[in-house]
């Protein structure tokens, strides 16, 4: 449970399993609000002057071959989102403890389709827990497309 009066964290990355080169701290540092309700995730994150921040596009739930994984399953598309949210972010340099925020979409109207998507999200962000927007959505653009996770993240300066 939080205190009142609760410095913003400073979380770093860790070393991943498997990972062959030597994990760089994080440029990012979680806020959280004692002014605010508990919530699963930081209300706020900020970067240093300097960082090099890395814009990604909406991770969907798509095959190599562009078809759409898992049809009809909100956590097995979700699951791919984070798979390919991994990729990108490795392409760029970063991991998913480099994550300022996200936005994660859900194409339903069900509030527990939302839930699963989150907690699919939720569990692989660990305890990074940067803010996050959930939102319940009319389509998305892939046929039979249930759910998308746009980011952003920062690396140190020089980087």
């Not at 990972?19 to 309700?37: D, E, F, H, Y």
Request: charged share 20%; hydrophobic share 45%.
């Amino acid at each position: 449970m939080r205190r009142a009066g609760r410095r913003p964290e400073k979380r770093s990355s860790t070393p991943r399993r498997g990972c062959q080169t030597a994990a760089m701290p994080s440029a990012v540092t979680l806020i959280r609000s004692p002014s605010l309700a508990d919530a699963e995730y930081a209300y706020a994150a900020t970067a240093p002057a300097g960082a090099r921040l890395v814009f990604l596009a909406g991770a969907c739930p798509l095959n190599r071959d562009g078809t759409t994984a898992a049809p009809g399953d909100v956590a097995g598309q979700a699951a791919v989102c984070v798979v390919n949210l991994r990729t990108a972010l490795a392409d760029a340099g970063a991991t998913l403890e480099d994550v300022l925020s996200t936005r994660v979409l859900v194409a339903s109207d069900q509030r527990q389709d939302l839930v699963t998507a989150w907690r699919v999200v939720r569990d692989a962000f660990g305890a990074h827990d940067a803010p996050s927007t959930l939102f319940g959505v009319t389509v998305l653009g892939y046929p039979g497309q249930l759910v998308e996770i746009e980011a952003v993240a920062a690396l140190p300066p020089g980087s």
